[in-house]
């Protein structure tokens, strides 16, 4: 890999994350530091030259949506006026993506405004995972590479050898991509009918669709703030005869609440990636997380050497599953 111009620094919520992608790539992650004065002002301040190098941000927009938002404009600015060559915004998890459409009157577009202002920062480029929808791509106006943590997983579920395995989408809006984890694991699939009456982060599952007597149900989803959905079809996927259930996200932002429900539930494990460094699942044994850090390493690798992404949207290269599972 050419590594002459590139620069990797961290946002104070990518350090972990970083310094695995760093790890795979065979480079140091950048001298950096972030401060929050009393008043909850954010300052940053790049500790080495990044004059005329390509710069990768990496920061997740998560469980401080608004203070990481904010760091990530502060970063890009500091970049560019440090004479950085170029500005890449490497975010494994991008909080307001859910905010994608005028669904009601009177409410903002959230994720085409923080991608306008992400652009006017000075970014050149934008690195994602698993976006909510993949319209946002076209609220940038600049090159957005999206990955998706698919393969990964697939991969991880494939390696436990669960017996007579069935894929569960929560509503038929996520069943397109829930067809993608059953055909890559050569499984059947379930639909549940889901329906969310407000903004209270509370959904009901009122209908599934599908036979899953006897099977290991795996529930997957984008995913979870709250976990109710995957709680509530969880209950009733019990009902109806399932012998397990399971559950798989591209992305784990639950607090403190959410995981001591799951730990309640009928979930036997919640399997994720470690896109948003969340400490609330510290204390329990339900949660497994599995790193995409060496997919974005991959990925951060062929954009700097002007190669193609294509080979890691399907079935990502051996290397990268290895170095996943020994994060």
Not at 125 to 148: N, Y
Not at 208 to 228: N, R
Not at 280 to 290: D, P
């Amino acid at each position: 890999m050419k590594i002459g111009e590139i620069k990797i620094f961290a946002g104070s919520s990518g350090k972990a994350f970083a310094d695995k992608m760093c790890r795979y790539m065979g480079v140091e992650v950048g001298q950096s530091e972030t401060l929050t004065f009393s008043e909850g002002n954010t300052f940053v301040r790049i500790r080495e030259t990044v004059r005329d190098k390509d710069v990768y941000l990496v920061q997740s927009i998560g469980l401080r949506p608004n203070d990481e938002f904010v760091e990530i404009l502060f970063w890009v600015d500091a970049f560019k006026r440090a004479s950085a060559n170029t500005v890449t915004v490497i975010m494994p998890y991008f909080s307001y993506a859910k905010g994608d459409k005028k669904d009601e009157p009177r409410v903002s577009i959230r994720a085409r405004v923080c991608a306008e202002a992400i652009e006017m920062a000075g970014a050149d480029r934008v690195v994602a995972m698993d976006l909510h929808s993949h319209q946002i791509q076209g609220f940038f106006k600049k090159p957005v590479d999206h990955l998706f943590a698919l393969p990964v997983l697939c991969e991880t579920i494939a390696r436990m050898q669960l017996a007579d395995p069935i894929i569960v989408s929560p509503d038929a809006g996520f069943a397109k991509q829930a067809r993608k984890y059953a055909d890559y694991l050569g499984t059947s699939l379930a639909i549940g009918d889901k329906t969310r009456k407000g903004h209270d982060e509370k959904a009901e599952i009122l209908e599934l669709i599908g036979h899953v007597e006897g099977k290991t149900a795996i529930i997957v989803d984008d995913f979870s703030i709250s976990g109710g959905t995957l709680i509530e079809l969880s209950k009733l996927l019990v009902e109806r005869g399932a012998a397990r259930v399971l559950a798989c996200l591209s992305h784990l932002v639950l607090n403190e609440a959410a995981v001591r429900k799951i730990d309640n539930s009928p979930i036997e494990l919640v399997i994720s990636t470690d896109s948003v460094d969340n400490p609330h699942l510290v204390h329990s044994n339900k949660f497994k997380l599995v790193s995409v850090a060496p997919l974005f390493g991959e990925a951060i690798s062929r954009i700097h050497n002007r190669e193609s992404l294509s080979p890691l949207f399907d079935r990502v290269p051996d290397k990268v599953i290895t170095c996943s599972f020994d994060q």
